[in-house]
């Protein structure tokens, strides 16, 4: 990881023998994914992920440690691991983490976050290219900082499918895949990367395609609704974590500007929807 | 007299209400009038006691009200929301 730490590190991460959970409640089961969550019954900490391609991580007391093992290649298990993992071990020590990319232009962020595979690395690709300063893809950490809402950097990559790597770059070959196993890609974005946590101007939520772009300011329930329905792992939170997640969602529509984003249905025209974005978000 | 289920646990935005059922992790959304009928409601008015209230507060007629705060009262509990004391 590449931002400036100036305390200790906070999340050991080991290379070791995963054992297969006993006596486990099951949080998640996905056959669609082949993922299984559990939580150990007597050793509530601790939390065994097992994914369908054989890669096992181990997450206890809320993330201090984890430890992992795979039988594919180190590539899935930390695209695994810089996913779903740590947006857990972030939501279990109560910090919101939505299911976002963010950029920002000089000091202040756009939040972009979308259903599924609704865009948002894409569009944050267009807006780097258009001069923005890549922040995080994926996970996007909430924190606060004197009343103001802010959203952590996370690492200098985004990553896209190839129809997306097609229309930013003209052809899918010109980006590297992430793993030999998956068919998406990933943007180095080291040279306009910015390690730094960075207060929340506008969070754009893409809802869907249609022939013409159009973004309009939600609020209230709406905002939050639709903001709800898009934070990392929430099948994983407890009923407790569910409340906090409450409180901090409606805590953030009320500082932030929610914007609902629907795009023209034409990769090729991701630019011209970056550029409507930096218009709505008031930031130029 | 009606309350607020148990595993129910709201939040305001603005004039807004959001609803957490935590039982089964849904959220729902109430629209200004929404909110304002189920503050009624967990302040412990009966259906009468919020039908005159919010006939003083909203332009629209005695009818409609009750027709309007019966509908969501009843969904409400439906959903399992609010429940019956």
Known sequence: MPAPFDGPADCDVAVGEVPPPHDAITIDSDDETGIRVSRDAVRRDRVTFV???GTRFLVEDRGRRITTSWTSTPED????LLGPILAFVLRSRGTLALHASAVAIEDRAIVITAAG???KSTTAAALVRRGASMLTDDVAAIEWRDDAAFV??????LRVWS????ALYGSEDALPLITPSWSKRYIDTREHFVATTTRIATIAILAGRARQTSIREILGHEAAMALLARSSVPHLLGPHERVAELEEITRLVSHVRVLEVIAKDDLEDTATLAARLLEASAIR | MLRAAPHV?????GDELVLLDYHQGLYYGLDPIGSRMWDLVVEGRDV???VTTLIREYETTEA??????AELVDELMTLGLLESE
């Open chain 2, 64 to 69: 409609t009200l009750r027709h309007d705060v």
């Open chain 1, 51 to 53: 994914y369908a391609d």
């Open chain 2, 48 to 50: 009468e006691a919020i």
């Open chain 1, 152 to 157: 952590r950097a996370g690492y200098p990559r």
């Open chain 2, 9 to 13: 646990v709201f939040k305001r935005v």
């Open chain 1, 117 to 119: 595979t609704g865009g």
């Open chain 1, 163 to 166: 129809d997306s790597a097609r």
């Open chain 1, 77 to 80: 298990m930390a695209t695994y």
